[in-house]
């Protein structure tokens, strides 16, 4: 978490009027904490660069740099690549200090040579911030402003802020909250915003946004690209009642109640009930104190701690014919635990139904989904995942409901990435090749990451030890004491 990382003493030790911050977990790349963002190169001008999303060319960008611009790069990261792939171009100015002009430059190229998704911002020492985003716009990035805390009496200066979420904004008391465009690239200098469509897309359709971002992703209270995702998920919930009705209620099939899978499918699955006439309960009770699951290394470990997450109140469950709502289902690994613990708390029969059509395909473009032969509804039927889950049914949103559960909001967004469910990747560059390739490291990366606990685990049962010193001891200033080790 941010703010186990930056404490008080380390934010007021940060000097300057500008800064760069990340909290992504790598997906091309290792897990490694020498990738963690942002990176930095000294040379040109001195930047500071953050990435979100993930390249699909990174094999061909990487021979680039090291056999034409003669960049080394230190890491795995797809996000040193674009930042050396920037760095190289600004640095073919031959200038003691660039200027906006040259900065736009330097992103349209780098624009026309990298294949992926990717919201980036940058900082150049000494003279402003950059944001920019693919020409497709898979990746959010958007950009608020507020008066500025150290503006002078009357003045009009104004801090700007760029953040994935509009909710950053919100806590900061940033207003104006407007979204990058696809292929555009903003620069803030202490003077001046300037800003630059810099790619001109064929079509109106280009622009693409990744689905998943109002499916799962996003907060609720965000809007993205002109979309409230709270108002979309109400929206993906009366669509999705639609569908039980037709498969389950129309063929039969008593639901006593609606229960939602805390946190994310809470506002569709209450749409649900209310669109079907059901009750809607809460039947799970989450601990806010274990982390996200679907990040866990291991299905054993993401197993354990479902369990350890979600605590299933009888008197919601038992004698009672129940449907679950999530918002999508991945592995199946958590979604058939907590079918057994609704079957564990009394349940008669327990249908599961997804806000997210069928995922059987791999996510290469920044989001950190398992390889296709972990997706249990990849090479698999309806029926048939529904007995790998053990669930009575499982009832998937269609494609076409879920796109028009967003458009009906703007219908400014007339296409999607929706490649998870139906595999068309559209940048293009995505063959079976690429995808083997990323399916190796996050198998060898998976395998490190087990190598890496076991020794924790191993490490930390160690008695430690003891701390000496000479001379009184008056408290943790005597002998140096931070966080528990010395100094």
Same mark, same amino acid.
């Given at each position: 978490?941010?703010?186990?990382?930056?404490?008080?003493?380390?934010?007021?030790?940060?000097?300057?009027?500008?800064?760069?911050?990340?909290?992504?977990? &790598?997906?091309?790349?290792?897990?490694? %904490?020498?990738?963690?963002?942002?990176?930095?190169?000294?040379? &040109?001008?001195?930047?500071? #660069?953050?990435? @979100?999303?993930?390249?699909?060319?990174?094999?061909?960008?990487?021979?680039?740099?090291?056999?034409?611009? %003669?960049? !080394?790069?230190?890491?795995?990261?797809?996000?040193?690549?674009?930042? @050396?792939?920037?760095?190289?171009?600004?640095?073919?100015?031959?200038?003691?200090?660039?200027?906006?002009?040259?900065?736009?430059?330097?992103?349209?190229?780098?624009?026309?040579?990298?294949?992926?998704?990717?919201?980036?911002?940058?900082?150049?020492?000494?003279?402003?911030?950059?944001?920019?985003?693919?020409?497709? +716009?898979?990746?959010?990035?958007?950009?608020?402003?507020?008066?500025?805390? !150290?503006?002078?009496?009357?003045?009009?200066?104004?801090?700007?802020?760029?953040?994935?979420?509009?909710?950053?904004?919100?806590?900061?008391?940033?207003?104006?909250?407007?979204?990058?465009?696809?292929?555009?690239?903003?620069?803030?200098?202490?003077?001046?915003?300037?800003?630059?469509?810099?790619?001109?897309?064929?079509?109106?359709?280009?622009?693409?946004?990744?689905?998943?971002?109002?499916?799962?992703?996003?907060?609720?209270?965000?809007?993205? $690209?002109?979309?409230?995702?709270?108002?979309?998920?109400?929206?993906?919930?009366?669509?999705?009642?639609?569908?039980?009705?037709?498969?389950?209620?129309?063929?039969?099939?008593?639901?006593?109640?609606?229960?939602?899978? &805390?946190?994310?499918?809470?506002?569709?699955?209450?749409?649900?009930?209310?669109?079907?006439?059901?009750?809607?309960?809460?039947? #799970?009770?989450?601990?806010?104190?274990?982390?996200?699951?679907?990040?866990?290394? +291991?299905?054993?470990?993401?197993?354990?701690?479902?369990?350890?997450?979600?605590?299933?109140?009888?008197?919601?469950?038992?004698?009672?014919?129940?449907?679950?709502?999530?918002?999508?289902?991945?592995?199946?690994?958590?979604?058939?635990?907590?079918?057994?613990?609704?079957?564990?708390?009394?349940?008669?029969?327990?249908?599961?139904?997804?806000?997210?059509?069928?995922?059987?395909?791999?996510?290469?473009? +920044?989001?950190?989904?398992?390889?296709?032969?972990?997706?249990?509804?990849?090479?698999?039927?309806?029926?048939?995942?529904?007995?790998?889950?053990?669930? $009575?049914?499982?009832?998937?949103?269609?494609?076409?409901?879920?796109?028009?559960?967003?458009?009906?909001?703007? &219908?400014?967004?007339?296409?999607?990435?929706?490649?998870?469910? $139906?595999?068309?990747?559209?940048?293009?560059?995505?063959?079976?090749?690429?995808?083997?390739?990323?399916?190796?490291?996050?198998?060898? =990366?998976?395998?490190?990451?087990?190598?890496?606990?076991?020794?924790?685990?191993?490490?930390?049962?160690?008695?430690?030890?003891?701390?000496?010193?000479?001379?009184?001891? =008056?408290?943790?200033?005597?002998?140096?004491?931070?966080?528990?080790?010395?100094?």
């Amino acid at each position: 978490m941010v703010r186990d990382v930056f404490e008080l003493p380390n934010l007021a030790s940060l000097r300057g009027s500008m800064g760069v911050g990340h909290v992504r977990y &790598p997906t091309a790349g290792s897990f490694a %904490h020498s990738e963690a963002q942002p990176f930095y190169v000294n040379s &040109p001008y001195g930047i500071v #660069f953050a990435h @979100n999303g993930n390249t699909v060319n990174q094999a061909e960008l990487r021979k680039m740099l090291d056999g034409e611009c %003669h960049r !080394h790069v230190n890491t795995d990261s797809d996000s040193e690549l674009l930042l @050396n792939l920037f760095a190289s171009y600004l640095q073919e100015t031959g200038k003691f200090r660039v200027n906006e002009e040259d900065i736009f430059t330097a992103i349209k190229k780098l624009m026309g040579k990298v294949v992926g998704a990717y919201a980036c911002v940058a900082m150049i020492a000494g003279f402003g911030i950059i944001a920019f985003r693919d020409p497709h +716009g898979i990746r959010p990035l958007g950009m608020c402003s507020r008066r500025s805390q !150290h503006a002078s009496r009357g003045g009009d200066d104004k801090d700007i802020c760029f953040a994935s979420e509009s909710v950053v904004g919100d806590a900061l008391d940033y207003t104006d909250f407007e979204d990058v465009r696809p292929g555009e690239a903003i620069i803030v200098t202490r003077s001046n915003i300037t800003r630059k469509k810099l790619v001109a897309t064929s079509s109106a359709d280009a622009f693409t946004p990744d689905i998943f971002e109002y499916v799962y992703f996003a907060r609720p209270d965000s809007v993205i $690209d002109g979309v409230s995702v709270y108002r979309s998920r109400m929206a993906m919930g009366e669509r999705l009642a639609r569908t039980v009705s037709s498969e389950l209620l129309e063929k039969g099939v008593k639901i006593d109640v609606v229960i939602p899978v &805390p946190d994310t499918s809470r506002v569709a699955a209450l749409q649900v009930a209310q669109n079907l006439g059901i009750h809607y309960r809460e039947g #799970f009770v989450k601990n806010r104190y274990v982390g996200r699951t679907f990040i866990m290394p +291991g299905q054993s470990v993401r197993r354990k701690n479902v369990r350890r997450k979600l605590n299933a109140m009888a008197l919601e469950f038992n004698d009672k014919n129940v449907l679950l709502v999530d918002d999508s289902i991945v592995r199946g690994t958590t979604s058939r635990e907590i079918i057994q613990m609704a079957r564990e708390a009394g349940a008669k029969k327990v249908f599961i139904a997804s806000c997210a059509p069928p995922i059987r395909f791999s996510n290469v473009f +920044g989001i950190d989904m398992p390889s296709r032969n972990e997706l249990v509804a990849h090479n698999r039927t309806i029926d048939e995942i529904a007995q790998v889950i053990q669930a $009575d049914a499982v009832i998937y949103q269609t494609l076409e409901d879920l796109i028009d559960s967003i458009q009906s909001l703007n &219908p400014a967004l007339t296409r999607f990435d929706c490649s998870i469910f $139906d595999g068309h990747y559209v940048t293009g560059g995505v063959d079976e090749k690429y995808l083997h390739h990323l399916e190796e490291l996050r198998a060898e =990366n998976d395998q490190v990451k087990k190598t890496t606990q076991a020794a924790e685990v191993s490490a930390s049962a160690q008695p430690e030890a003891p701390v000496s010193c000479s001379g009184p001891m =008056n408290g943790a200033e005597d002998i140096g004491l931070y966080n528990g080790r010395t100094r």
